[in-house]
């Protein structure tokens, strides 16, 4: 550890398959929004550490599929005006589904 509390360890190549699958999924309303979301921000966990220690992104698909549903009516209901709401919930949403790999039961 070189005293660095937050590391990331992604590469060019790896970003490049997660922009690609992103870009493609992100043609399927909601359902490749979802998928996108997950993929990406499990790449982003699987490449990070906290204190040396490794951390994994937790939701399920449908969890993520769920959130999106609600917060993309909200979105629509208020003419948008809601995504000063959502896009804080979308980073505690990601924050509340990071946990330590090696987390104990």
Partial sequence: MNGKTFEFHGTPGGYFVVFLVTLISAYIPLFGWAFGMNYSWEWIADNSTINGKKVKFTA???????????????LIVTLGIYSFWFVPKQYRYIADHTEFADKQA
């Avoid at 399920?60 to 909200?74: C, D, P, R, W």
């Fill in 60 to 74: 399920t698909f449908g969890e993520t599929l769920k959130f999106l549903f609600v917060n993309m009516l909200l």
